[in-house]
């Protein structure tokens, strides 16, 4: 698959966990700002974004995950820096009951933009049985989503803040748009076709305005460790 167009100004943080058995749970975030930033920059930022998951996040999520990787990528262009942190900060709610690695409580980013179909959206790992509406329940209890939520605002306002990396100024999350539209590709065994998103020439962005949680159970199925 070709790499998708530069875009300038966006810093992709990945965020990497390790559940029991699992150790490819992430979750993506874009930031813009203006300026420029460097290699060294973008290693203490990683490092400082991962103090604040473990002071704002680590309180709300399970102590079987734990996050061990940060990468902070520069888009701007192919060859501009990127940063990294390694590491161990594991969650300490108590008590420490799990649900399923797959299951995750979803965050909607919202942006002035109607997207018709569905707002971006980001998956948090590691919520414990407790936060569960009742016993068994597919939904969340609002309390205990409002919790996550604060918890989940308190982070990002901590990174996007006077923690961003050097040279950058006016960080904020953004949702980027690198498709539209479709094109329509016939399969030459089955003569049925699909439908291919377009990558466009210029990729924009749109500013993360608000954020809200789904109260029905999200799922990441990967992570439930299913035979083939």
Not at 28 to 42: D, E, I, K, V
Not at 111 to 136: A, C, D, E, F, K
Not at 181 to 193: C, D, S
Not at 210 to 228: I, Y
């Amino acid at each position: 698959m070709p790499a998708l167009p530069a875009i300038s100004g966006v810093v992709k943080v990945l965020l990497q966990y390790a559940l029991p058995g699992v150790v490819d749970v992430l979750t993506r975030l874009f930031f813009q700002g203006t300026g420029s930033t460097t290699n060294s920059a973008l290693n203490t930022w990683a490092g400082n974004v991962a103090a604040a998951w473990n002071t704002n996040m680590a309180p709300v999520v399970i102590p079987a995950l734990v996050l061990n990787a940060i990468t902070a990528e520069d888009l701007t262009t192919s060859t501009s820096p990127i940063g990294a942190w390694s590491g161990s900060h594991a969650g300490t709610f108590s008590p420490t009951s799990d649900l399923s690695p797959g299951v995750a409580m979803i965050v909607k980013n919202l942006t002035p933009l109607r997207q018709r179909g569905g707002h971006s959206r980001t998956y948090l790992p590691g919520m414990p049985v407790n936060y569960l509406s009742s016993s068994g329940a597919n939904t969340w209890a609002s309390g205990s989503a409002t919790t996550v939520l604060t918890a989940w605002k308190a982070f990002l306002s901590a990174i996007t803040g006077s923690s961003g990396p050097t040279g950058y100024s006016g960080l904020a999350q953004v949702v980027p748009n690198y498709y539209h539209g479709f094109t329509a590709v016939e399969n030459p065994l089955t003569g049925r076709y699909r439908n291919v998103p377009k990558v466009v020439t210029t990729p924009t962005t749109q500013l993360v305005t608000s954020q809200v949680v789904n109260l029905t159970l999200g799922s990441q199925r990967r992570r439930n460790h299913q035979s083939a």
